[in-house]
T-cell receptor
Framework: ETGVTQSPTHLIKTRGQQVTLRCSSQ?????VSWYQQALGQGPQFIFQ???????GRGNFPPRFSGLQFPNYSSELNVNALELDDSALYLC????????????FGPGTRLLVL | QKEVEQDPGPLSVPEGAIVSLNCTYS??????FMWYRQYSRKGPELLMY????GNKEDGRFTAQVDKSSKYISLFIRDSQPSDSATYLC??????????FGRGTSLIVHP
């Protein structure tokens, strides 16, 4: 059983650019959630995908978008990057539902200059 | 006021000490309560999960929830240097989507 993996591990972009982050779910998991964790803060929920459909969204603007693929891997896309988008982006997979444990990946650290 | 308040620390204790970590919250709809551990440069790892009020014990870890006071705690007995990490509380209601505290940095020194 493989865990949640994310790529790339680190990324440097400039303001105004676009970025795509990738996540491979743990085997058998059909639900993926994305979080933004700023330095010294807890993770903030961006959105969740269940079986390729968006299943909830946090307080993030539309320039944050995502996809989930038939194999349940996922992408997070951020357009028009801003300096405040610099953070650790975490992906978590689960079987869905309240009592299903979310398994987090190691994250992608994004720096926007 | 944030929905979930957590003291960032750092909290420094000697090896073997009992550690108490706490969070308060304002949303009375929260009914699922979690504690995560996050090592440096890693993703959070679920330690404890509790539904509604009460206590739950797992090895050296005990989680307590007091919904009347909107207060949750995590106790770590016989703390070890390997327990040094950031501890995040999280809670959710009917949406099952967790709201996290900012985390408390714990340092256990030999």
């Amino acid at each position: 059983e493989t865990g949640v993996t994310q790529s790339p591990t680190h990324l440097i972009k400039t303001r105004g650019q676009q970025v795509t982050l990738r996540c491979s779910s743990q085997s058998g998991h059909n639900t993926v959630s994305w979080y933004q964790q700023a330095l010294g803060q807890g993770p903030q929920f961006i959105f969740q995908y269940y079986r390729e459909e968006e299943n909830g969204r946090g307080n993030f603007p539309p320039r944050f978008s995502g996809l989930q693929f038939p194999n349940y891997s996922s992408e997070l896309n951020v357009n028009a990057l801003e300096l405040d988008d610099s953070a650790l982006y975490l992906c978590a997979s689960s079987l869905g539902g309240a009592e299903e444990t979310q398994y987090f990946g190691p994250g992608t650290r994004l720096l926007v200059l | 006021q944030k929905e979930v308040e957590q003291d960032p620390g750092p909290l420094s204790v000697p090896e073997g000490a009992i550690v108490s970590l706490n969070c308060t919250y304002s949303n009375s709809a929260f009914q699922y309560f979690m504690w995560y551990r996050q090592y440096s440069r890693k993703g959070p790892e679920l330690l404890m999960y509790t539904y509604s009020s009460g206590n739950k014990e797992d090895g050296r870890f005990t989680a307590q929830v007091d919904k009347s006071s909107k207060y949750i705690s995590l106790f770590i007995r016989d703390s070890q240097p390997s327990d040094s990490a950031t501890y995040l509380c999280a809670m959710s209601g009917g949406s099952y989507i967790p709201t996290f505290g900012r985390g408390t940095s714990l340092i256990v020194h030999p």
